[in-house]
Antibody
Framework: EVQLVESGGGLVQPGGSLRLSCVGS????????MHWVRQAPGKGLVWVSR?????????????SYADSVKGRFTISRDNAKNTLHLQMNSLRAEDTAVYYC??????????WGRGTLVTVSS | EIVLTQSPGTLSLSPGERATLSCRTS???????LAWYQQKPGQAPRLLIY???SRATGIPDRFSGSVSGTDFTLTISRLEPEDFAVYYC??????????FGQGTKVEIK
């Protein structure tokens, strides 16, 4: 059974940092692109970032970000530990959301974790 | 940026009725890269349809997807009690890489 379990959310002050993790099981983690998608309270889904399976890319990069987080968030993965990370720096109130990790498959997200809540507030 | 506009915002229907949800894209999008998700309160989204018309694993055949130009449609032929939820369309491609529609809530009338 495919499972994705996020952790690392919590309350952080504006300007602070947080590192989210997502552990995958039940599938060959290293074979899949992985994504972060967030959802502000009562709002819709917003794609945040993605990372390729093997870290390679035609233009030399393996990651991609939404403009709203570019330069502040960093996605990474440890395939040996089946773990996806999202390092979030310079957090803002508008980053408050449930953060989901999702497995990428054929331009869709076929499995999602249950999410971890990040609250940015003083 | 490719914008996905879903309509209506809310659909009030009774169990057993047919639901028709629309997702219009601001630019031409490959139908291969259009998906639909269902989300219930407090839960993660669930993939329903990919490639505009293919059902994901385990999805009942009362759910179907279609496309006409830049208009994508999700149809639920006969609503079951568990189908009342929020539905999102999603496209993969362009810049940014992924965008979602704002969602359609299907509520019990």
């Amino acid at each position: 059974e495919v499972q994705l379990v996020e952790s690392g959310g919590g309350l952080v002050q504006p300007g602070g940092s947080l590192r989210l993790s997502c552990v995958g099981s039940g599938f060959t983690f290293s074979s899949y692109w992985m994504h972060w998608v967030r959802q502000a309270p009562g709002k819709g889904l917003v794609w945040v970032s993605r990372i390729k399976s093997d870290g390679s890319n035609s233009d030399g990069s393996s990651t991609s970000y939404a403009d709203s987080v570019k330069g502040r968030f960093t996605i990474s993965r440890d395939n040996a530990k089946n773990t996806l990370h999202l390092q979030m720096n310079s957090l803002r109130a508008e980053d408050t959301a449930v953060y989901y990790c999702a497995r990428g498959a054929d331009r869709t997200f076929d499995y999602w974790g249950r999410g971890t809540l990040v609250t940015v507030s003083s | 940026e490719i914008v996905l506009t879903q309509s209506p915002g809310t659909l009030s229907l009774s169990p057993g009725e047919r639901a028709t949800l629309s997702c219009r894209t601001s630019q031409s999008v490959s139908s291969s890269y259009l998906a639909w998700y269902q989300q219930k309160p407090g839960q993660a989204p669930r993939l329903l349809i990919y490639g505009a018309s293919s059902r994901a694993t385990g999805i009942p055949d009362r759910f179907s997807g279609s496309v006409s130009g830049t208009d994508f449609t999700l149809t639920i032929s006969r609503l079951e009690p568990e189908d009342f939820a929020v539905y999102y369309c999603q496209q993969y491609g362009g810049s940014p890489s992924v965008t979602f529609g704002q969602g359609t809530k299907v509520e019990i009338k």
